[in-house]
């Protein structure tokens, strides 16, 4: 089983949709959780953090279960920017003392006009 | 406040040769990871380390890569002899000290994109 698994897509959207994205980790042990994003060809940038309350920015939704070991995102009223790869990330204390940053395959989402 | 810095952004290598990617992290940051993302793949864990010190490389191919973080200069991945399959986008990230690291993210540099030929 993968460390972290999502489903790859590609989601394809229309502008003003709704959007969710799920992401399930296997490490009970996970201490921190964000959504990255991914534009093509180039760096991974923090989107957002995930708290188990469950957070909002703007148009964006995390939400956390431990109890599952399941993130989820949710975009409303999608934008044609908001096309792009969204990674989930959990992060766990390795054996040797680091954070250790563990990533999804990424979620590709393309918002059509 | 300059972030992470990785050059050079494209390497284009023959089968055999060496590759050196360089990383800089950001400016109080003493962390650095390293990941390798495929074509079409998600990132790959390398090796983590902090100045002087590999603190971590299980995600190291067992033979022709190394990674060092000198006290002084950048880190430097290195592979040795490339072979095609190690072409990639490779990306370091850094943050700050360990004691902080659950509550800040991680800043990614732009990535070398190796070709081996």
């Known amino acids: 089983r993968k460390e972290v698994e999502q489903d790859p897509g590609p989601f394809n959207v229309p502008e003003g949709a709704t959007v969710a994205f799920n992401c399930t980790y296997s490490n009970s042990a996970s201490q921190s959780f964000f959504w990255y994003r991914q534009d093509c060809r180039k760096e991974p940038k923090l989107l957002m953090s995930?708290?188990?309350s469950g957070n909002e920015d703007g148009r964006f939704t995390a939400q956390l279960n431990r109890a599952s070991q399941y993130i989820s995102l949710l975009i409303r009223d999608s934008k044609l920017s908001d096309s792009a790869t969204y990674l989930c990330?959990?992060?766990?204390?390795?054996?040797?003392?680091?954070?250790?940053?563990?990533f999804g395959t990424g979620t590709r989402l393309t918002i059509i006009p | 406040n300059a972030g992470v810095m990785q050059n050079p952004r494209h390497l284009v290598r023959r089968r055999g040769q060496e590759a050196r990617l360089r990383c800089s992290p950001m400016?109080?940051?003493?962390?650095v990871y390293w990941y390798r993302q495929l074509p079409e793949e998600g990132l790959k864990f390398m090796v983590y380390l902090q100045k002087e010190n590999i603190i971590d490389e299980s995600g190291m191919p067992k033979e022709r890569f190394s990674a060092e973080f000198p006290k002084e200069g950048p880190s430097i991945l290195r592979i040795q002899q490339v072979v095609r399959g190690d072409s990639a986008a490779y990306f370091c990230?850094?943050?700050?000290?360990?004691?902080?690291?659950?509550?800040?993210?991680?800043?990614f540099g732009q990535g070398t994109r190796l070709t081996v030929v």
């Open positions: 995930v708290y188990s």
């Open positions: 990330v959990v992060t766990f204390i390795s054996n040797f003392g680091n954070e250790k940053l563990t």
């Open positions: 990230a850094s943050h700050p000290d360990r004691a902080e690291a659950h509550r800040a993210e991680a800043f």
């Open positions: 400016k109080g940051h003493s962390h």
